[in-house]
């Protein structure tokens, strides 16, 4: 296991990380405020399954292999930015599973796979993901100690601290969903849920 002192550091810094606005949050925010917080649970899964992927891998050194062949990157990063901005645009025009419609239920018209694959893919197909968990979890890692024991404690944390800000973003979306569902404003939402989606699909397909 790693030693207290490290764990000290990494705990604060990871979760700096993790609470700043990035694609995985955005995309939580959006989902929590067209789906709800439980069904975005299911895209937090598939986040979280993402993220300890790149982070064993940044360990592991596999990631050196992959930032080598940026193509794969590329493809993966374009399919999954055009599939989000493809749902954002429905969502803008109040079409599609995810659109938010008056007096009807959004929360079971799309599948847990689906939602999982959101998550998934927009956790896998980040390049800065990868080149933060190169850059950030070698130095905690004491090779003179068992490799495996440290990235079991480390990635832990990495998922706690993942989960719980996702939740929270999730938790602001439903939020808004409620302050903004006051009156004639589901148009509106459609709107600002369509565009955070769309904004995602493009950073994740340019960044």
Known sequence: MPDLAILMVFIPTFFFVSIT????????MTLGMSIGVRRTLWMMIGELVGVAIVAIAAVLGVASIMLNYPNVFEVLKW??????AYIGINMWQAKGKMAIVEGQQTD?????????S??????IANPK???????????????ERAVAPQLIMLLSVIM??????MLAYAAGGKSLRLFLSRGDNIKWMNRIAGSLMVGVGIWLAVG
């Open 118 to 123: 959101q998550g998934f893919i927009t956790a």
């Open 79 to 84: 399919i999954g930015g055009a599939y989000l």
């Open 129 to 143: 993901g990868w080149a933060f968990m190169i850059s950030l979890l070698p130095p905690f890692i004491n090779v």
């Open 108 to 116: 079971s018209t799309i599948s847990n796979f689906t939602l999982m």
């Open 21 to 28: 606005p990035g694609m995985c949050m955005t995309l939580a």
């Open 160 to 165: 706690m601290t993942e989960f719980v800000s």
